[in-house]
């Protein structure tokens, strides 16, 4: 039957012109090389040493490169031993001749044109057939290390994959680096990350890793329309999560852990009324909410804002960074606090801090501390967390969020202000985790800054849109890696991890699992910026660990209390309470041994199972 108008036949594809060409000189050796046999088939005067090799000791063979009539009498007769010897002995040298010419002109073409190579039997040893050449014509190698630091991918790098290599695929052969005519060999070559995307239009990067003991495989499909997201499938009943591999790949969400644990669920009802409650009132309200912010922040001066938010079971964390910073010197104009109840805003603007009150929209959430990451409270002051950054962002400013359990050993702001800093639209602190959950960036949501532009202003309106995720998810963190994801791929928004191994930006990862690096900054001989108290389970907790280490500057008195239960000074005077509530040295106490501490705490009992002693 003929193929369809306009189709190609599998063999008219097989062949280009210049292959054409190749099979025409293979045909000239084999024209040659056969009238070589063929003159000798027809025989000559004389025996040649092959042929007298050929019929040693047959009868009348002489020595003298001669033949007797006897001799000549073998060869011319028709079935005779010699003549059969004769002709394959032909036939062996005409074939060694055909393979050695038929070897020179593929090693020539191949100069030319990657087609796969001739072996001695004609057989292909290219790495990538033919069948694979519509998407991936060569690869090659570059060390993971050179790549990531000559494209700064903003993901967080894994420091312990020294030595190991990225592979690149070409799709066409234009992209092949320049004086690379075929990287198509068995031997994958090793460029710079320079050399081998010079010829690069574009790259599409796939970061990717074989998160716990699964047997991962990744599919590569050429020829097929572009996606930008990678689709996951999992052998798993497709009525019941988690791995197992009796039954076949089924779609599979990227928060479905092999054991079944679903990261990331579609919202309830409840979710989502819930937050169509909040939003709502925002929406109503959100004209004059943004008049009135842009007229507080014009009035505090500055370009950047630092913003905080807290409620007052946070209170005395606030209290503590205003008065360690206080300690060091630090102005604080740049700070704008979003506080979700008046008792909270009492306190900060006593403790002389510039706040943004609005009741309409912080109602509903509770004024009591959270009790663990992820409770009921904990996910109402999320609401507040994602607000108050989207209303500043969205009046053009660039912002420092920070959560309120930071202190600084430097201002940040000349961290980020800096000119010479590569210019992302968004830098955030290395949360540290590694989980599934938090691909690809591991951002931690308590401390990141904010250019304002069209792409971030975008990124925080979506993510205000998102509540119902965030109160399905327990967190912010969760919807705002995936928007970043998305935003990334989608609009270019350009963002930066502050790697946990820089000793700039530490936290809890750092606190709790790298004692040699809490050990610098307890003999303040570390170039930490900030210290953000992190991957600590509740309010308590934190207080203790500031302790320890000599960071808390808050008096008892102060501690969970109202301005009015502090000082006789009228309510709303600015600055009242810094003198009664804040120790120019820090107060120092040891509660657990087996946590960073400035001084020695041996006696002290251990909080983490088997602890061992940080000093």
């Avoid at 062996?92 to 393979?99: A, D, T």
């Amino acid at each position: 039957m003929a193929p369809p108008l306009g189709a190609t036949t599998k063999s008219a594809r097989r062949f280009n012109p210049s292959t054409l060409v190749f099979i025409g000189a293979c045909s000239s050796i084999l024209s040659f090389y056969g009238g070589v046999y063929t003159g000798i088939k027809v025989g000559s005067a004389q025996c040649s040493d092959s042929v007298e090799a050929a019929g040693r000791g047959l009868k009348g063979v002489k020595s003298d490169r001669g033949c007797t009539p006897e001799c000549l009498a073998e060869i011319r007769s028709k079935d005779g031993d010699l003549q059969r010897n004769v002709e394959a002995l032909a036939r062996e040298k005409v074939n060694e001749g055909i393979m050695n010419k038929l070897d020179e002109l593929c090693k020539a073409h191949l100069s030319k044109e990657t087609i796969p190579k001739c072996d001695s039997n004609n057989e292909e040893t290219t790495l990538l057939p033919r069948s694979l050449t519509h998407f991936a014509t060569g690869l090659v190698r570059v060390a993971k290390d050179d790549l990531m630091s000559t494209i700064d991918f903003g993901v967080p790098p894994n420091p312990d994959t020294k030595g190991l290599d990225a592979l690149i695929v070409y799709n066409v052969k234009d992209a092949l680096p320049s004086g690379i005519s075929n990287a198509n060999s068995p031997e994958i070559p090793l460029l710079t990350a320079t050399n081998a995307t010079e010829n690069c239009d574009t790259l599409n990067v796939v970061l990717t890793n074989n998160p716990g003991p699964t047997r991962q495989c990744l599919a590569l499909v050429g020829s097929q329309y572009q996606s930008y997201h990678v689709q996951r499938y999992m052998r798993r009943d497709k009525h019941h999560s988690g791995l197992n591999s009796k039954f076949p790949l089924e779609l599979t969400s990227r928060g479905l852990t092999r054991n079944g644990k679903v990261e990331f669920p579609p919202p309830s009802p409840t979710d989502v009324l819930d937050h169509q409650e909040s939003l709502r009132t925002y929406l109503n309200n959100a004209d004059g909410i943004r008049k009135k912010l842009k007229e507080t922040i014009d009035g505090m001066g500055v370009k950047t804002v630092v913003v905080l938010t807290c409620n007052h079971g946070q209170s005395e964390l606030l209290m503590n960074f205003v008065c360690s910073s206080r300690s060091r010197g630090f102005d604080l104009k740049n700070v704008l606090v979003f506080p979700t109840d008046i008792e909270t805003k009492e306190l900060a603007e006593g403790m002389g801090l510039t706040t943004f009150y609005e009741e309409t929209i912080m109602a509903s959430i509770p004024k009591g501390e959270a009790k663990f990451y992820g409770d009921i409270i904990f996910r109402k002051v999320m609401f507040a967390k994602v607000l108050c950054v989207q209303l500043v962002n969205e009046l053009s400013h660039d912002l420092l969020f920070m959560d309120v359990d930071i202190v600084w050993y430097k201002d940040p702001l000349l961290y980020f202000e800096n000119k010479t800093l590569p210019d992302f639209d968004i830098y955030f602190q290395d949360d540290g985790s590694r989980q599934e959950r938090y691909a690809p960036y591991s951002a931690n949501s308590g401390f990141y800054y904010v250019r304002q532009n069209e792409r971030t202003k975008h990124l925080f309106r979506h993510l205000l849109y998102s509540g119902d995720l965030i109160n399905a998810w327990y967190s912010h963190q969760q919807v705002l890696i995936a928007l970043l994801a998305e935003y990334n791929s989608l609009l270019g928004l350009s963002v930066k991890i502050l790697a946990k191994e820089m000793e700039e930006f530490p936290g809890g990862v750092q606190y709790h699992r790298k004692n040699e690096a809490m050990k610098k900054i307890m003999r303040r001989d570390s170039n930490a910026i900030i210290f953000h108290m992190s991957w600590t389970t509740n309010k308590d907790n934190k207080l203790k660990f500031f302790q320890q280490m000599g960071e808390w500057h808050v008096q008892d008195k102060c501690i969970g209390k109202r301005f009015d239960e502090i000082t006789n000074e009228p309510v709303g005077t600015k600055g009242a309470l810094i003198q009664p509530c804040c120790s120019a040295e820090p107060i120092i106490k040891c509660h657990y041994k087996d946590k960073p501490s400035i001084i020695p705490c041996k006696d002290s009992p251990s909080i983490d199972r088997n602890g061992e002693s940080f000093w």
